[in-house]
């Protein structure tokens, strides 16, 4: 812990207001989403709490039939706006980090592979890679994401909902990692300590772990921040479209969506909040992860 | 019989072009010939140095001594071991990577950024199972580091903590660890100031005289190589121009090259009388 206080990533954050507020925000808002059962004043999740009565009830304003008052107001249903922001949140989370752990795991591996082993397997995987770039990514995830659908049996579709999320972001998003990764092992393994390593008879297999995987990780960790802003905008759009989590567990674009439909009727808050809260959360982690990319890239010191 | 023997070792590298697109554009093969025919040979416990300038095939040469790299044709013998023999079994390729080790030329790419120096120690031990016991191995990589002029505290510390001399130490006695009885120096102080390249060179002779090391030692440094070879092979576009022993060579060069090269050293003792 004192090492990390006195290291140079520290000192440069603590300088740095950008990343300082944009650090705040991300805590706040990961803190508000695990804590939401104690925050959150009811569950929206829950259908038997909702009362139709308090549908569409503007922010900080009494309903005109229950006389019950909501922070951010209702939406159709009488779901309690603030509540179903964090819970939504909470998915939105979940599948953002999931998604980017399983790109990051392929990623590294397709990447420290193709970049170790050369050869055809490299223009294989690269060319692969290549491909898939040349689409937009929320069309592979959309596309992935209907064939996962298509395989399933109709039983499992709504449970296994959100994991067929988590994949199809998740395949979509690989690539970044296996390019960055595939270049430094690149550069790596043209040192003389892997040569040091060949001499003692270590294996492929144990060079690239022990040896070049370590040094190839901390740009990884920069694409990994901004993969993780891609990913929730990702999984909003996926469910702002209407493939994403069933309406009955509401993330934040299926939160967007439901508002959509009513912003023109007057009813602006049911779009405003979670759009808000997706802007907030997404611009914080883009611009904190700027604020990593400078502070890791030794060029820019 | 010599200890090393080289011969008609040569290693050419295809620069050409996919056959697809020779096809096509009607461009012919294009082999670079990195190391041309060479033999030599070093007798057990002496120094052999490699000499010639950027590109004429030493580390070329290094690499296929130490046998991470495959020669086009001919073949290297250590104690009679060829690497590249098909009918070696992994035994004894084992046994034939312990007795070579090499110390590189860049201190700062060969060393792992991330492991401490006592990792980077343990490796060579612990891949050639040479001791079982922890806390003899602990004590191994203290010895080593003493042996190397280093003391038993800097095992915890990461390469970056440490000079470029001390890095080369620290090479040397990862090297040294599993007890090799080759050691390739492919240009050890071409990267160090010069006093610090008079204690890396004392230290390898040092070493030798203690445990009877056998070195193949390259450089382009006439005056490093004069103070360390008791034999001399200077290397021209991969080809061997002339060998000989280090006094008759340096004083009496017959090949061009070699008095080229020579006469190109900077003389600095002129300038004091």
């Known amino acids: 812990m004192r090492r990390f206080l006195q290291s140079d990533l520290f000192y440069s954050f603590r300088y740095?207001?950008?990343?300082?507020?944009?650090?705040?925000?991300?805590?706040?808002?990961?803190?508000?989403?695990?804590?939401?059962?104690?925050?959150?004043?009811?569950?929206?999740?829950?259908p038997a709490s909702l009362n139709l009565m308090n549908g569409f009830t503007p922010p900080m304003q009494a309903n005109d039939f229950t006389g019950e008052t909501f922070l951010m107001g209702t939406d159709d249903q009488g779901r309690d706006l603030f509540s179903t922001i964090l819970y939504g949140l909470r998915i939105s989370l979940f599948v953002g980090v999931m998604a980017v752990m399983l790109a990051m795991l392929l990623g590294v591996m397709l990447g420290l592979v193709a970049g170790f082993v050369g050869g055809w397997i490299d223009s294989f995987?690269?060319?692969?890679?290549?491909?898939?770039?040349?689409?937009?990514?929320?069309?592979?995830?959309?596309?992935?994401?209907?064939?996962?659908?298509?395989?399933?049996?109709?039983?499992?579709?709504?449970?296994?909902?959100?994991?067929?999320?988590?994949?199809?972001?998740?395949?979509s998003e690989w690539v970044p990692f296996a390019r960055t990764v595939r270049g430094s092992t690149l550069v790596e393994k043209e040192k003389e300590y892997i040569i040091a390593a060949k001499m003692v008879g270590l294996s492929r297999y144990q060079i690239m772990i022990r040896h070049i995987l370590p040094n190839v990780l901390s740009p990884v960790l920069v694409i990994a921040t901004i993969t993780f802003a891609l990913a929730i905008i990702a999984e909003a759009t996926l469910s702002f479209l209407g493939v994403g989590v069933p309406t009955t567990k509401p993330s934040l674009g299926t939160l967007i969506r439901i508002g959509q439909d009513f912003l023109f009727s007057g009813e602006w808050w049911i779009l405003f909040f979670p759009a808000v809260t997706l802007l907030a959360?997404?611009?914080?982690?883009?611009?904190?992860?700027?604020?990593l990319r400078d502070t890791l890239n030794p060029k820019l010191k | 019989m010599s200890y090393v023997t080289a011969s008609g070792l040569t290693r050419q590298y295809d620069l050409s072009d996919p056959w697809f697109i020779r096809m096509i554009t009607g461009r012919k093969a294009n082999v670079l010939t990195a190391v041309n025919q060479v033999s030599f040979s070093i007798e057990k416990g002496t120094t052999y140095a490699l000499v010639g300038e950027s590109g004429s095939g030493k580390s070329t040469i290094a690499k296929m001594l130490a046998g991470v790299l495959a020669p086009s044709q001919g073949s290297?013998?250590?104690?009679?071991?060829?690497?590249?023999?098909?009918?070696?079994?992994?035994?004894?390729?084992?046994?034939?990577?312990?007795?070579?080790?090499?110390?590189?030329?860049?201190?700062?790419?060969?060393?792992?950024?991330?492991?401490?120096?006592?990792d980077i120690l343990l490796e060579p031990i612990n891949a050639f199972n040479l001791i079982e016991d922890k806390a003899t191995r602990q004590k191994r990589v203290i010895e080593l580091l003493e042996q190397v002029g280093m003391s038993a505290h800097d095992q915890t510390k990461y390469p970056h903590e440490f000079s470029g001399g001390q890095r080369q130490r620290i090479s040397i006695a990862r090297a040294l660890a599993c007890h090799p009885e080759l050691i390739i120096c492919d240009e050890p102080t071409s990267a160090l100031d010069v006093s610090v390249q008079a204690q890396v060179l004392n230290l390898l002779k040092d070493l030798q005289q203690e445990?009877?090391?056998t070195y193949l030692f390259i450089s382009h440094d006439l005056a490093v190589i004069s103070t360390m070879a008791n034999k001399i092979g200077v290397l021209k576009d991969g080809e061997l121009v002339e060998e000989g022993e280090t006094s008759g060579l340096l004083a009496n060069p017959q090949h061009a090259y070699t008095k080229m090269l020579l006469a190109a050293a900077p003389d600095i003792g002129a300038y004091i009388s």
């Open chain 2, 76 to 118: 290297v013998q250590i104690d009679g071991h060829d690497f590249n023999n098909p009918r070696l079994d992994n035994a004894n390729k084992k046994m034939l990577r312990q007795r070579v080790q090499m110390v590189f030329q860049s201190p700062y790419a060969s060393l792992n950024p991330r492991w401490k120096i006592g």
């Open chain 2, 211 to 213: 445990n009877g090391l």
């Open chain 1, 16 to 46: 740095s207001p950008v990343a300082i507020v944009s650090f705040v925000i991300i805590v706040f808002i990961i803190l508000t989403a695990i804590f939401a059962d104690l925050i959150a004043p009811n569950n929206p999740f829950d």
């Open chain 1, 281 to 291: 959360f997404a611009l914080s982690i883009n611009l904190f992860g700027d604020w």
């Open chain 1, 125 to 171: 995987i690269m060319r692969f890679a290549d491909i898939q770039m040349t689409f937009p990514s929320i069309l592979v995830a959309m596309l992935i994401y209907g064939v996962a659908k298509g395989i399933l049996p109709p039983e499992v579709r709504y449970e296994m909902s959100i994991a067929v999320l988590i994949m199809s972001i998740g395949l």
